[in-house]
């Protein structure tokens, strides 16, 4: 196996079971809450501290009656047991019901008895540990089951002892028996009656809890509130804010709350995940914001690693927020190759002010947010031609690491991969808006220097034009080849292009038409890649999915730039495609068309997407955003709106916008009008979309 053999392979398949999870502790286990085969377990730090659990009901056979999720943290499975000799006896009722809480599991069982007589009934729970890392899980390289620990019998608890955790089982109940083979027990059950047993299971480093509890800000975000004849879009706004407050983990080494990228894999902070997700959120929470530009500031890169590609100032890509679990050699917590973190951190400093974040809040930042613009052009640049080139520093690190950060992501217009460096389209995109960012936060602290990132981002706009703009696709390029070659490729990176404000106002119209185009979008959404290049493939990670956050940020660029109705119909797209999935959108979908015979007309979930996922939660707030044409700039004292509201969604009133310290309100009574209420004297309200140069 090379060693990129990894970045081949697609994260372990979970199938049509059940994931619960709290802050960084999560469950998987199969439809009957057991967990028997990859990549189920508990996991607690990034490792998984029980592997196996299985209830067996001796001379009993079982049918599932419901199993699903109750909360994030919860799941239930009802079952009915008969015995296997028959007989007119009344079936059992058996439930097992789990509840996950940082650093442990709870397991409760229930056996009721319906029948007027006495019944017996013997249970089992057998328990094995493995403690492998969550990596080796992910990747389908954790040990076999053959390699588990046995158990140590310590008093009336089993314990299994790894090398930095210990993970303790026991019973509530002392008329459960405890050995080396599981817990168990001989039920003798009253006529109607229930008998309930309760087994903890905990982690434990060093003889305490192995993860923290969340923090009481953890279910506080403020949240926006939807008046709408639509109940889907109000179902997919509560589900997405939902999605969000549940990701909130605890950053032990700031001693505050972030937030993590996805549930089961990801439950960890991400630079470019939980930047976007921030920016989703920032007109309706900027606390959020903060909180995670400080816990990417307390791990801004600081030396040069090659290992970790850690640089000066870098924005870091992913970290483990255990030590216990190392993502390279050398203990090496925390992860640099992403090309496109760092500026984003620029940019949402700038829109949590820009949105009422008190200035003085980020004055703090100031010398984080200087570094990334420093690292953008020291180690950013790595052949001084203008553009940030995506290329990994490490041969164990991600050959690809903008967004679309798969092996096989970046094609030219003949399907064939493109081998690092590449300048990627949507990277220098970030970087002009995060040039435009450095110059509003210049003038908002009374700076001098406004002008001056003003001018470096006009320079960079018109340099990004000349190379990759594509007449012939009407679209500008997916990237730069190592030769500073466009690739013709037409992709929704373009479309980046469109809320960072980098596209020049004549390459507006043209470019919107192309994303718009049947090539691109689909009736769920807008495809990574277009459907007539070779490359293309619905099931693609991202040469023909589609992702969520990628259209909602789509929208929301067609929207600041004038394009309401189109805005709208990428927006109705999305919301279709949460109503397949109960309101709440997973990572990324196939990009198979309505029209598509195979698809059945419903969306086709992509089989390894994270469920929640941070950007994918996000997302529907920044549909609101969109149709309305909302813009905040509360130091200036301004608020723009350019709504062009779906039909299905009018009337719309947004509640609970906060900007400041006021809470604003927006109703719109038609597709084109909205007004603004609570609006204090110092801010005007104007009409028209936010991009007009």
Known sequence: MTSDAWQHAEPSLHHGGLTIFSGSTFAITNALGDMLT??????????????????????????????????????????????????????????????????SLEVRLMFRNNDSTQRSLSWRLTLAADFANIFAVKEGRAPTHGEHLQPHLDDDRLEFIGPTMTTRVSSRDATVTVSTQGMSETLHLPPRDTVTRVVDIQALHNGHAAAHPLTSASRRLHRPQVATRSSELATAVDKGFADVEALRIHDSETGSDTLAAGAPWFMTLFGRDSLITALMVAPFDQNLGLQVLRSLAHRQGRVVDPVSEEEPGRILHETRMSADVSLFEGHRTRYYGSTDATPLFVILAAELVRNGLAPEAVRELMPAVDGCLGWIEKYGDLDGDGFVESVRRSDAGLINQGWKDSWNAIVDGAGMVVDPPVSLVEVQA?????????????????????????????????????????????TYALALDPENRPLASSASNAGHMLWTGAALPARVGPLAATLMSRRLRTHWGVRTLASDHPAFDPLGY???SVWPH?????????????????????????????????????????????????????????????????????????????????????????IQLHPHVPEAWLPLTLHQIRSGGERLLVRAASSGEAEMLGVPPDISVAQGPFFVD
């Open 38 to 103: 990859e990549p189920q377990g508990l996991f607690v730090a990034d490792q998984r501290v029980l592997c196996r659990l299985r209830l067996l009901l001796d001379q009993h056979e079982t049918v599932v009656l419901r199993a699903g999720p109750e909360g994030d943290d919860q799941a239930q499975v009802i079952r009915r047991a008969t015995r296997h000799t028959g007989g007119s006896e009344r079936a059992l009722l058996v439930s097992t019901a789990l509840r996950v809480q940082p650093g």
């Open 550 to 638: 990628d259209t909602a940020l789509i929208a929301w660029g067609l929207s600041r730039w004038g394009f309401g109705r189109a805005a709208a119909e990428v927006s109705e797209s999305l919301l279709r495609a949460a109503t397949h999935f109960g309101g709440s959108l997973p990572e990324l979908i196939a990009g198979l068309d309505a029209s598509d015979p195979i698809s059945g007309s419903s969306p086709v979930r992509f089989p390894t997407a994270c469920s929640p996922q941070a950007w994918a939660a996000g997302s529907p707030m920044l549909l609101l955003r969109a149709v309305l044409g909302l813009e905040l700039d509360r130091p200036n004292g301004t």
């Open 542 to 544: 991202h040469t023909g």
């Open 430 to 474: 970030y970087v002009y808006a995060a040039l435009r960012a450095r110059a509003y936060l210049a003038r908002v602290l009374g700076e001098s220097s406004g002008a001056t990132w003003d001018s470096r981002a006009r320079h960079l706009r018109e340099a990004i034009d000349a190379a990759f703009w594509l007449p012939e696709l009407r």
